[in-house]
T-cell receptor
């Protein structure tokens, strides 16, 4: 049971570089999410998607872009990396967005921008 | 808008001792409440959740939590902890009339079990 799979697990970027964090889920979930987790802070929602072709901003979307061409995949793109984007990123999915529906998380991607 | 406060950032506990991790929330409407656990270098996984019904909720690994509406609390408890319970624990809240995209997480409590 793969669940939610993220790659890469670790990455170091230089300021101004761009990269894509990949996320795929095999549970046929409609809803997918990207969160970031900073030390001593709770998770903050970056973007979410309610289905293929539909995405929307979360609480902290600046500096990021997403796309959802298939139900399974939800990549997160950083266009011009900045030190403030050093964080741990979690992709997640849920069957529906109904509040209370269980969210399943990937194992995280540790990103350092230097 | 809802908010959630985890009062303790770190809790050290001796093995086989009981533990309580505290969580308080703020909301003007009815809420759903969650506890997630994050083991080292892993993603979060759901420990338990309160949606409605009995205020005492039992979860995985022997954990339970009690929803107290008058105290606006949802404290997590375990009667006897094990080394394997070492992890970070996140309380989360969502208002029942909104979707998962409005889920708000607390800042986490790091539980360290002392042998």
């Amino acid at each position: 049971n793969a669940g939610v799979t993220q790659t890469p697990k670790f990455r170091i970027l230089k300021i101004g570089q761009s990269m894509t964090l990949q996320c795929t889920q095999d549970m046929n979930h409609n809803y997918m999410y990207w969160y970031r987790q900073d030390p001593g802070m709770g998770l903050k929602l970056i973007y979410y998607s309610v289905g293929a072709g539909i995405t929307d901003k979360g609480e902290v979307p600046n500096g990021y872009n997403v796309s959802r061409s298939t139900t399974e995949d939800f990549p997160l793109r950083l266009e011009l990396a900045a030190p403030s984007q050093t964080s741990v990123y979690f992709c997640a999915s849920s069957l529906s967005s109904v509040s209370g529906n269980t969210i399943y998380f990937g194992e995280g991607s540790w990103l350092t921008v230097v | 808008a809802q908010s959630v406060t985890q009062l303790d950032s770190q809790v050290p506990v001796f093995e086989e001792a009981p533990v309580e991790l505290r969580c308080n929330y703020s909301s003007s409407v009815s809420v759903y409440l969650f506890w997630y656990v994050q083991y080292p270098n892993q993603g979060l996984q759901l420990l338990l959740k309160y949606l409605s019904g009995s205020t005492l909720v039992k979860g995985i690994n022997g954990f339970e939590a009690e929803f107290n509406k008058s105290q606006t609390s949802f404290h997590l408890r375990k009667p006897s902890v094990h080394i394997s319970d070492t992890a970070e624990y996140f309380c989360a809240v969502s208002e029942s009339n909104f979707g998962n995209e409005k889920l708000t997480f607390g800042t986490g409590t790091r539980l360290t079990i002392i042998p």
